[in-house]
T-cell receptor, first 116, second 113 residues
Framework: GAVVSQHPSRVICKSGTSVKIECRSLDFQATTMFWYRQFPKQSLMLMATSNEGSKATYEQGVEKDKFLINHASLTLSTLTVTSAHPEDSSFYIC????????????FGPGTRLTVL | DQQVKQNSPSLSVQEGRISILNCDYTNSMFDYFLWYKKYPAEGPTFLISISSIKDKNEDGRFTVFLNKSAKHLSLHIVPSQPGDSAVYFCAASGKSSGDKLTFGTGTRLAVRP
């Protein structure tokens, strides 16, 4: 149990386009989802925290108008990278906590975004 | 400002021996610490955690030690196995893993057969 999926696993897009990444909790209800970004050989950096039905809380330095987060249901959160640029190329990972294993975060497999 | 640091980017250990991965933190408000294992192009997998009220937690081959006065924790893997080869991240949070996590920079462990 406690599986988190992400779609797509890999995406390549042109500069200036928008890309949507989905994060789903498959077998539990996720009250909170987190979005992280990892650059090569660097740490996972928290971008934002989203709670179902409310606006996401963004970390300092993360542009909320560029990285749109929607947590419309208890099993789905989406991250949209708007007007993507090559510097947005990274590995994006979501995690979720919910009604299983009190307060433990379960991570998705990640999405590799490459912006040409 | 890297609040959680793993000063060794890589570690190589012979199979069967002990692997010791270290982690230091600067924020005294951190109250809960975790270790994750990560393969390339995959999300982190939880290994073991410890709260600040303890100084040791053991789970099979994995033991985490916490020295709160030194703001230092370590992960011991014994005996090390080739399947343990991965990148290991330590992470810290306020009260539980349900709070936002601050990750270290990771240590790549290679276990030689």
């Amino acid at each position: 149990g406690a599986v988190v999926s992400q779609h797509p696993s890999r995406v390549i897009c042109k500069s200036g386009t928008s890309v949507k990444i989905e994060c789903r909790s498959l077998d539990f209800q996720a009250t909170t989802m987190f979005w992280y970004r990892q650059f090569p050989k660097q740490s996972l950096m928290l971008m934002a925290t989203s709670n179902e039905g409310s606006k996401a809380t963004y970390e300092q330095g993360v542009e909320k108008d560029k990285f749109l987060i929607n947590h419309a249901s208890l099993t789905l959160s989406t991250l949209t990278v708007t007007s993507a640029h090559p510097e947005d190329s990274s590995f994006y990972i979501c995690s979720a906590i919910g009604n299983v294993a009190y307060n433990e975060q379960f991570f998705g497999p990640g999405t590799r975004l490459t912006v040409l | 400002d890297q609040q959680v640091k793993q000063n060794s980017p890589s570690l190589s250990v012979q199979e069967g021996r002990i692997s010791i991965l270290n982690c230091d933190y600067t924020n005294s408000m951190f109250d809960y610490f975790l270790w994750y294992k990560k393969y390339p192009a995959e999300g982190p997998t939880f290994l073991i955690s410890i709260s600040s009220i303890k100084d040791k937690n053991e789970d099979g081959r994995f033991t985490v030690f916490l020295n709160k006065s030194a703001k230092h924790l370590s992960l011991h893997i014994v005996p090390s196995q080739p399947g343990d080869s991965a990148v290991y991240f330590c992470a810290a949070s306020g009260k539980s893993s349900g709070d936002k996590l601050t990750f270290g920079t990771g240590t790549r462990l290679a276990v030689r057969p």
